[in-house]
Each structure stands twice: as structure tokens, then as C-alpha cells.
């Protein structure tokens, strides 16, 4: 699993010590579910987000 | 009262919009103190507003079945001049100089705006208990939570102070406090209903719809909100429909999916048998029941977990080195999409466009879902697990689990109040819509409620 809270260190995002130990637990069991999840992804497939292009002033 | 009663009352003058906004103010007076359901009162411009809605009816300008109809909607909906805080200190003193589009069609369908509803913090968890605006009760059992993160909505339209309040839902919070407060609770097709002015949890997961008493009262009013948008971007340019279910409406031959897989799995079983019993009473009605393998939605949830967990985290990140302004369950929800690293993100995306064209292949074979909308009833407030037969689990991730999935696929689903359990607490059932088929989740939900599918009227409500 990974170390969250070096992670976070090393991240900068200033969490104390305690409130790592908290969302460990959560962290590593998404982390084991998600994982595998992406092995699966085809290539070609793209993300479901979209990027609008916004019309320039005067058209 | 619905909706549907009250206008027809104020169209025969057997009562005025003053009436019942003071018969809902005086509701509040009396109930508010226990439940905290609604966190701002706006008597005076409510007052104001059903005054002027009896004159233009009087004068017979109808603006529809909303006119003249008490409301309220979350607190996460921006409302000129009215202070907005999603539930969050960080908002406390946040007064919008505009309305959220959906407060403007309110608005103009007439409608007359109590309150501003309470919510879980940011709304961002599902129990409804704000460490800085205190817990929100249910009225079925104030030691219970009304679900979140629509909570005060959900209270309020089931304890009687309101006809309708407006939630959002990000991974259940329309259709979670719906199932436990006994309301009809609809979430819409993403991109129907405007999300321009609402104050956003996440940017591709959030969804707002209307609570209610009954689903022709929840039709009514998406009738009255659907529609595109242009200040919105996500917003459909999709026509709206007409979405009132017609008296006595057929739902023969519609092709109904049981899940086989994982939707029936780790229930209460109250929640179970309540649900079939639905199921059956909707094949007297002559519909067809299917039974249906879905794919993996345990997969689903992960990826609308990770989805929310990054974008949530954001939103807010601006704001998170501030810790004290968060409450804990808020505050470790941040934390944990902060850790996630962006390819998550991405991958997430691209999985949710997998899951999204698996999920599609269901509507050759039916026309609509049917799942339980949470594996069981309102918990204790307090309550950090929930007991489902054998099985123990964490109350979040319990009462998200068979709704979270449907806010990454985009579709629209209603939660159905389809009995109570064995302590005398809602039980909601979802019908799981295709993209934009509002019309036919309604039309299904309004025959249940027609042939006597329901609950009886909250005793709170009543006393």
C-alpha cells in the first residue's frame, strides 16, 4: 500500500500526522479497488469530460 | 395537502396563498425548534410574494400549478439578497447579488419561497448533522437522521412545513433523504435542470431536483425547472416533455428490470420485501418483469468515488488549510482527494465512458430499473454502521451504495416511498430511468402511487 503520509509530505499539503492515520484505511481500500480497474481501460477510450470552447468576443 | 390539491383549493377560493403561507409559517414555528429542517425563514418576503400571487390569481393571471405554493430549497441554491451558506462557516455571511436559475423558474411558475432548507456541511456526506447549524432530525424519528445531503429538504416537505424544497445530489442526496423521510425524490437526467448559481459540491456529478409528497407534484415541478440553459455549460438543448402523469395512467407492457446481481445483495430484509412487493404490484398493473444481470456496479462506485473525491477537493482547495472551518467527516473527505493522484482522475473519466456505454446496453431489453434506493431505513444519528442482516457496514457507504452509481451514468432517477419497516420507517424504492426519460420513470412511480403503493402520511406531519 502506499505511504500517505510521506506522500503527503512530500505533496507539501500540510495534514497532521493523526488525520493521516484517520483516511488510511479508506485510502488503501479504494486504492485496492481502483487499481485493478484501470488495467482494464482500452487505449482508445477517452475521459467523459468535456471541454467547451467558448466563442470569441464579436462572433 | 399536495401540490395538486392546493392548486385546485386556490383556484376555487377555498383558500388563498396567504393562508397557506401562513398555515406553512406557523408549521415552522412549531416544528423547526425540533427538527432545524429550515434554516432561514423568509416570512416577511414570503408573505409579500403570496399577497401578490392571490392578487394576479384573482385577476386571473395563472402562472400554473406553482402559483401561490409554499416552498423552500437547499441552501446551496443562490437566492438574491438572501444569504446562501452550503451549510459550510465558510459561506456564513455569503448574501448572492442572483438567483440559481432554478430559483428564477420558481419564481416565475409563481411559487412562494419560505426558506432556505439545511444541509450536511458543503453538502458533502449524507447524515445532515452540521457541526456549525446543528442536526437536522427526521420526522418520522427525531433520534434519526433525515439523509443528506438534502436533509432539511427532506424533513421539511415530509413534516408538512413545505409542498416542495428543491435538493442536489451529487452521489444520492435527493433520493437518500427521500427514502428516509418518506418523500418522493427525483433526480433528473445530467443537464436537464440548470446548475447555474448553485453552489457546487462537484462539476460533473451534481444534480438538482425537487422533493415532494407525491410524483405528480414532483412532475409539476420539473416542469417548471427543466430546460437548456445557456449559463450553464453542461446544460441540454434535449425538448422538455410533459411530464404530469395523466389520471388513472397505464404502465402495461412497460418492461421492468429486477437486478439479478448486486442491487438485492447485503439488504435490510424489510427493504427487501418491499421493494418486490413493489415489483409485484406493478406486474398486476401489467407491466413486465424482467429480470436483469447489471454490470459491475461496485466498480461504478469506485469510480464516482474517485471522481468526487478529486473534484470535490478541487473546488475547496483554496479554502482547506484553514482545517478549523471544516467539520472531521468534511475535512478527512478533502484529505483523501487531495492524496489522489491526477492519472486516478483521468482514468476515472475514462472508465465512467466504459461504464456508461456497458450500462447503455441495458435499454434494448427494458424501459426502466428497479433497486431498493438505500439498503436500509433511516439510521440513529450518531450511528457510524449499519446492521443488514449478517452484515455490518460503514453508514455512508451503505446508504450511497445503490445510488451513487446512477449520478456517474448520468440517468434520471426517482426514489418511490414503498412501505415502512418493521419499526415503522420509510422505505424507498428507485426507478432508473434512460437518459432524458423523465416522462417514463414518472409515469411508472405515479401508477405505484396510484393503485395505493405509499406510506401513510408522517405522524409528525399529523399530531
Redesign the interface.
Known amino acids: 500500500m502506499k505511504n ?1 503520509k510521506k ?2 509530505e512530500a ?1 507539501d ?4 500526522e493523526s ?2 492515520e ?2 488510511a484505511p ?2 488503501d481500500t ?1 486504492e485496492s ?2 487499481r485493478p ?2 488495467k ?3 487505449d482508445d ?6 471541454f ?1 470552447m467558448i466563442p470569441e468576443a464579436g462572433e | 395537502m399536495t401540490i395538486i390539491e392546493a392548486a385546485q383549493a386556490l383556484r376555487q377560493r377555498a383558500v388563498s396563498s396567504a393562508e397557506l403561507t401562513e398555515a406553512a409559517l406557523k408549521r415552522i414555528g412549531e416544528l423547526n425548534p425540533k427538527l432545524n429542517a429550515v434554516l432561514t425563514v423568509l416570512e416577511e418576503s414570503a408573505r409579500s410574494q403570496a399577497k401578490a400571487a392571490d392578487e394576479e390569481l384573482a385577476r386571473r393571471a395563472d402562472r400554473g400549478p406553482l402559483h401561490g405554493i409554499p416552498i423552500a430549497v437547499k441552501d446551496v441554491f443562490e437566492t438574491r439578497g438572501v444569504r446562501t451558506t452550503c451549510g459550510s462557516v465558510i459561506f456564513m455571511h455569503h448574501i448572492p447579488d442572483r438567483d440559481a436559475t432554478v430559483v428564477e423558474k420558481l419564481r416565475a411558475a409563481g411559487a412562494v419561497l419560505l426558506g432556505k432548507a439545511g444541509m450536511h456541511e458543503l453538502a458533502y456526506g449524507i447524515t445532515s448533522n452540521n457541526p456549525h447549524f446543528g442536526t437536522i432530525r427526521n420526522p418520522w424519528d427525531a433520534d434519526r437522521i433525515p439523509g443528506g445531503s438534502s436533509g432539511g429538504s427532506g424533513s421539511a416537505v415530509a413534516s408538512d412545513m413545505v409542498f416542495m424544497a428543491m435538493g442536489s445530489d451529487t452521489g444520492g442526496s435527493i433520493r437518500i433523504p427521500a427514502a428516509f423521510c418518506g418523500t418522493v425524490g427525483l433526480k433528473p437526467t445530467s443537464g436537464r435542470v440548470s446548475r447555474y448559481g448553485v453552489m457546487p459540491l462537484d462539476f460533473s456529478l451534481d444534480h438538482m431536483g425537487p422533493l415532494t409528497r407525491s410524483v405528480r407534484d414532483t412532475a409539476i415541478t420539473l416542469e417548471a425547472i427543466a430546460g437548456f440553459d445557456p449559463r450553464d455549460e453542461t446544460s441540454s438543448k434535449e425538448p422538455v416533455g410533459n411530464y404530469v402523469p395523466e389520471p388513472g395512467c397505464s404502465i402495461r407492457n412497460v418492461r421492468i428490470g429486477l437486478p439479478q446481481n448486486f442491487y438485492f445483495e447485503r439488504l435490510d430484509p424489510d427493504v427487501d420485501m418491499a421493494v418486490r412487493r413493489t415489483a409485484a404490484a406493478a406486474e398486476a398493473l401489467g407491466a413486465r418483469i424482467i429480470p436483469v444481470r447489471v454490470p459491475d456496479i461496485d466498480a461504478l462506485n469506485v469510480v464516482g468515488r474517485v471522481i468526487l473525491l478529486a473534484e470535490a477537493s478541487a473546488l475547496m482547495e483554496k479554502y482547506v488549510d484553514n482545517r478549523d472551518q471544516f467539520g472531521s467527516d468534511v475535512l478527512a473527505l478533502f484529505d483523501q482527494g487531495r492524496l489522489l493522484p491526477a492519472t486516478d482522475y483521468v482514468n476515472a473519466q475514462r472508465l465512467r465512458r466504459m461504464m456508461q456505454r456497458e450500462f447503455a446496453q441495458l435499454w434494448s431489453r427494458i424501459d426502466c430499473l428497479f433497486t431498493p434506493t438505500t439498503p436500509m431505513a433511516a439510521p440513529r444519528i450518531g450511528d457510524r454502521t449499519a446492521t443488514l442482516g449478517p452484515f455490518t457496514e460503514d453508514v455512508r457507504l451503505a446508504a450511497t451504495r445503490l445510488v451513487r452509481g446512477i449520478n456517474v451514468l448520468g440517468l434520471p432517477a426517482i426514489s418511490l416511498p414503498c412501505g415502512l419497516d418493521r419499526r415503522g420507517l420509510p422505505v424507498g424504492l428507485q426507478i432508473v430511468g434512460r437518459p432524458f426519460d423523465e416522462a417514463l420513470i414518472l409515469q411508472v412511480a405515479a401508477a405505484l402511487e396510484d393503485s395505493g403503493i405509499g406510506i401513510p402520511a408522517c405522524q409528525t406531519a399529523v399530531e
Do not use: Q
Not at chain 1, 499539503?13 to 497532521?16: A, G, K, S, W
Open positions: 500517505w506522500l503527503a505533496t499539503l500540510r495534514i497532521p488525520d493521516i484517520g483516511i479508506s485510502l479504494l479497488a481502483f480497474l484501470t482494464k481501460i482500452p477510450i477517452e475521459p467523459a469530460v468535456t467547451c
